[in-house]
């Protein structure tokens, strides 16, 4: 079972904890997305894992070919979520494989946990950094979808 196949049977119970007073426990990590399908309308939420600088914030989905929430937003769009208890609104893209911004989040998550190298099928060293055949490699793996926070939504 790998990682995500783990953390996919406890997402009802993350989705509530998040939704909780008790949010508190997950919100330094984890942020509840709600999304709408584009082509069914069909709205689900689910916890992820998230970066934030200021406004912005940077999701990296891993086994990426295997999920389709993140295709919803090869051009952008608006999506709902639940940030540290508090309920937001944004606009979220893709982040194109091989950007220097690809580059950029790859490499911020992977300094702060080397282990997640594994998850991704690399093998990370935080001492030298991501290579070129790295970073090839993790865009076959994982996409990254930024959120730009509305300022309304707070």
Do not use: C
């Amino acid at each position: 079972m790998s990682v995500d196949d783990f953390f996919s049977k406890l997402n009802p119970l993350l989705a509530a904890i998040l939704r909780s007073p008790l949010h508190w426990l997950l919100s330094p990590g984890l942020v509840l997305l709600t999304v709408t399908g584009r082509r069914t309308g069909r709205r689900y939420s689910i916890p992820v894992g998230y970066q934030r600088d200021g406004e912005v914030l940077t999701i990296m989905v891993s086994e990426a070919p295997k999920k389709s929430w993140w295709r919803n937003f090869r051009q952008p769009g608006s999506i709902e979520l639940h940030l540290r208890g508090r309920a937001r609104s944004g606009r979220a893209e893709l982040v194109a494989p091989g950007s220097d911004e690809f580059r950029s989040a790859a490499s911020r998550t992977l300094r702060r946990m080397p282990w997640l190298g594994r998850v991704f099928g690399i093998d990370y060293d935080r001492h030298k950094g991501l290579d070129d055949d790295q970073v090839k490699r993790l865009g076959e793996q994982i996409a990254v979808v930024r959120i730009a926070l509305d300022a309304a939504s707070e």
